[in-house]
């Protein structure tokens, strides 16, 4: 069989000739992907088993026993940068620095847990603070996010001895 060439042009004529509607396309902007807006800073922190448990302890403590239902590992967080610059009197405004990496103990092999938190930016600036006045005003430049995390860890068993007890 040969093929033999057809005459569309009738066709081709006829749908020239037809309206087609195009529907009408909107831009919708995307909301973020983070709910954090930027009045809080997301903190990674890093701790040895028996402050997190100490940690989770204050939390649990807070929700259960003062009825606090809001209260989240961020608040307790925020509560021991308060206690530790009330104690150590720190200055405010002073330049980012750079915490030390490493164990407290380069010795020990304790478990290391990490977990993050989001807190107010200004508590993260006066946690900045913190770390100058550790780092800089006492001179412990090997200061690390360990050595912080038991600070502000002792500052809360101090104030709350009977959660510890």
Do not use: C, W
């Not at 807190?119 to 090997?142: A, F, S, V």
């Amino acid at each position: 069989m040969a093929k033999t060439k057809k005459d569309f042009s009738a066709i081709l004529d006829k749908a020239k000739e037809m309206q087609v509607k195009t529907p009408l396309q909107k831009v919708v902007p995307v909301a973020p992907k983070n709910n954090v807006d930027t009045d809080h800073h997301k903190l990674s922190l890093r701790m040895y088993i028996k402050e997190f448990q100490d940690l989770t302890r204050f939390v649990n403590h807070m929700i259960v026993d003062e009825r606090n239902l809001t209260y989240k590992m961020s608040d307790a967080i925020s509560r021991g940068i308060h206690l530790m610059a009330e104690k150590d009197s720190v200055d405010r405004g002073k330049e980012k620095v750079k915490l030390s990496a490493g164990r407290k103990d380069q010795a020990t092999e304790a478990e290391i847990k990490g977990t993050t938190v989001i807190i107010p930016i200004e508590d993260m600036e006066l946690l900045n603070d913190i770390i100058y006045h550790k780092m800089i005003t006492e001179g412990n430049t090997k200061y690390s996010r360990l050595d912080l995390m038991a600070d502000l860890m002792k500052e809360i068993r101090e104030e709350n001895p009977s959660v510890f007890n």
